[in-house]
Structures are given as structure tokens and as C-alpha cells.
Nanobody, 121 residues
Framework: QVQLVESGGGLVQAGGSLRLSCAAS????????MGWYRQAPGKQREPVAI???????NYADSVKGRFTISRDNAKNTVYLQMANLKPEDTAVYYC???????????????WGQGTQVTVSS
């Protein structure tokens, strides 16, 4: 069984910074892409940033230049460093990972439980 556990959310003033972490644990043969999504009240969940196993990254236009995604493959952990936060960044942030649990298995998508980020104006 695979688990993704997030941490690092909280309340911050506009212009401030936060760092989110997500650690994957359990039966993991291959950890492919890892990423962050967010869902604001009344809105659909949207991708924020993704990083694949080779280190390539992709960001939503709304966070480019402010957010940085990174990963520690030895720890099966992905990070999201968020700077210059804006009130519109307020949302529940979810960790996402594509994981192969055994050599014979395909890639499955797993989600964390979510962590709240609130940016006050």
C-alpha cells in the first residue's frame, strides 16, 4: 500500500513564503512523476507544478517565477517552495504521484490528503 503524506501548509500574509512537503511511503518500485495540485472553494482542482524522475519541471502560468518544485529521490519526497504568495493562491494543495508498485505493475496515480494554504491580504 502506498501513502502520500503532506505537510507545511498554513496561514501567511500576502508576499510571504511557505514550503510544502510530500513524502511517499509503502511498496514503491518506481516513482515516476510527482506534482502538486490545488483546489480553491467552488473551483475545480488544477495542476500547479510537476516534476518527473529525470528532474524536468512544468508549472502553471499563474505560479511561474514564484513557485519552485523539487524532489529528493532518496527520500521519495517532493517539495513546493512558494514565494510572493497572493490571496488567489489560497486553496487546499494536494500531492500527486505516479507510482509503479512492482515490476509487473503499471503506473498508478496516488493522492495525498491535502494541506490548506491560506494567504491573507
Amino acid at each position: 500500500q502506498v501513502q502520500l503524506v503532506e505537510s507545511g501548509g498554513g496561514l501567511v500574509q500576502a508576499g510571504g513564503s511557505l514550503r510544502l512537503s510530500c513524502a511517499a511511503s509503502g511498496s514503491i518500485f518506481n516513482l515516476n512523476s510527482m506534482g502538486w495540485y490545488r483546489q480553491a472553494p467552488g473551483k475545480q482542482r488544477e495542476p500547479v507544478a510537476i516534476i518527473i524522475s529525470g528532474g524536468s519541471t512544468n508549472y502553471a502560468d499563474s505560479v511561474k517565477g514564484r513557485f519552485t518544485i523539487s524532489r529528493d529521490n532518496a527520500k521519495n519526497t517532493v517539495y513546493l517552495q512558494m514565494a510572493n504568495l497572493k490571496p488567489e493562491d489560497t486553496a487546499v494543495y494536494y500531492c500527486n504521484a505516479e507510482i509503479q508498485i512492482q515490476t509487473w505493475a503499471g503506473l498508478d496515480t496516488y493522492w495525498g490528503q491535502g494541506t490548506q494554504v491560506t494567504v491573507s491580504s
